[in-house]
């Protein structure tokens, strides 16, 4: 994080004392003609009278350009763009040749195979000079500024899930609280009601025998959200293991698992050939398990109850449904379909604690997908899935 900020820092200072432009030339004379030329554009213009010198210069700084002449002694200025191509620093740091020598003259091809964005000749048009330097100078602003903004985004999301993962931590630890701490009073309350059913139901008058039976299933139901509440919170750890899926197949399994828990006669179920999905084949279990009993649970009241499992293409994405003929919901309350123990129907006509559907939408969001549904009053309910 120090590193990222002290990067930070450095861009903002850059973007407000000006940008580095490197000028290489071995003639003092052509320097000083060019440093005045560029002198409009209000950069800082660094010489360097050889290659090696602009070779230092550029371990000690950062430059949005470099303006290399073509014959120098020693190291001209192809070997220095060489050298220059080959430090990490900067390999991509724009290269324009100046040169006093005719296009005949000028091995341009050379040039550009060691990186050159361009070449001026001599006499150099300030103009001109000035315009296209201008272009790189601008373009490493951008950059900077792009750099900043990375290095701001990085820190927020190191703070965000430096604070989720506390939450998770929380959220664990309040897992434990419920697994230990109030489950277990829970059991020792229902297991005492159920003595008490047993050993004095011929002492106790049928109001109060109706009592205990309501007690037991208020105990029932609460341990069913204190199961529904770790599994939401286990959903939330450890890894993502994708693989290909035959969701076909996994579709058929569920329903022939969902048609023995819960028999039904006459229930026509309908599953596509050849669906296929890549995501965690556990958790793409659980979901397609939830969506699954969702629909059965809200067909049991039709006669002519149907549940079909199938694909669409839409706009080049693949997305699975589970399709029902049962009760529907209103569609001014499907934002409430997903959240943790909201349901649409009271207890006495569906049974469940809702948790299915919140549990179902835990699973797409950590595949990186999303889920919806679309249904209406009396006319059953279709959830789509992608992942």
Do not use: C
Not at 81 to 96: D, F, H
Request: hydrophobic share 45%.
């Amino acid at each position: 994080m120090v590193t990222r900020l002290r990067k930070t820092r450095e861009a903002e200072k850059a973007a407000a004392t000006g940008v580095n432009i490197l000028l290489v030339d071995d003639d003092a004379t052509k320097r000083f003609a060019l440093r005045a030329i560029l002198a409009p554009l209000e950069e800082n213009v660094v010489e360097a009278s050889s290659g090696a010198d602009a070779l230092r210069q550029l371990l000690r700084n950062e430059f949005a350009v470099v303006l290399l002449d073509v014959r120098m002694p020693i190291m001209d200025g192809f070997e220095t763009a060489q050298l220059i191509r080959q430090r990490p620093r900067s390999e991509l740091t724009p290269i324009i040749f100046v040169t006093a020598l005719d296009q005949a003259e000028t091995n341009m091809g050379r040039g550009y195979d060691l990186g050159a964005v361009d070449f001026v000749f001599a006499p150099v048009v300030p103009a001109i000079l000035r315009a296209k330097v201008s272009v790189f100078v601008e373009l490493y602003r951008a950059q900077q500024e792009l750099r900043r903004y990375r290095s701001q985004l990085e820190m927020l999301v190191e703070e965000r899930t430096t604070a989720l993962t506390s939450v998770n931590r929380e959220l664990e630890a309040f897992s434990y609280s419920v697994s230990h701490d109030l489950r277990a009073p829970l059991e020792a309350f229902d297991g005492l009601s159920q003595s008490l059913l047993n050993d004095s139901a011929v002492k106790l008058d049928p109001k109060a025998r109706d009592y205990l039976v309501r007690m037991r299933r208020a105990a029932e139901r609460m341990t069913s959200v204190f199961d529904g509440l770790q599994s939401l919170f286990r959903l939330t750890s450890g890894e993502i293991r994708r693989e290909l899926i035959d969701i076909s197949a996994m579709a058929r399994e569920v329903v022939d698992e969902t048609q023995a828990a819960e028999p039904r006669a006459g229930v026509e179920v309908v599953i596509a050939p050849d669906m296929n999905a890549t995501g965690d084949q556990r958790l793409i279990r659980i979901l397609l398990g939830n969506l699954i009993d969702n629909a059965w649970k809200f067909t049991a009241t039709n006669e002519n109850a149907k549940v079909e499992i199938g694909s669409e293409q839409v706009d080049g994405e693949t997305r699975i449904f589970v399709r029902d003929n049962g009760v529907g919901f209103d569609m001014i309350y499907s934002h409430r379909l997903f959240g943790a123990f909201q349901r649409l129907h009271s207890q006495s006509e569906f049974g469940g604690v809702g948790i299915g559907l919140a549990t179902a939408r835990r699973i797409v969001n950590r595949h990186g997908g999303r889920i919806w549904a679309e249904g209406a009053v009396g006319e059953g309910a279709t959830f789509y899935f992608v992942i």
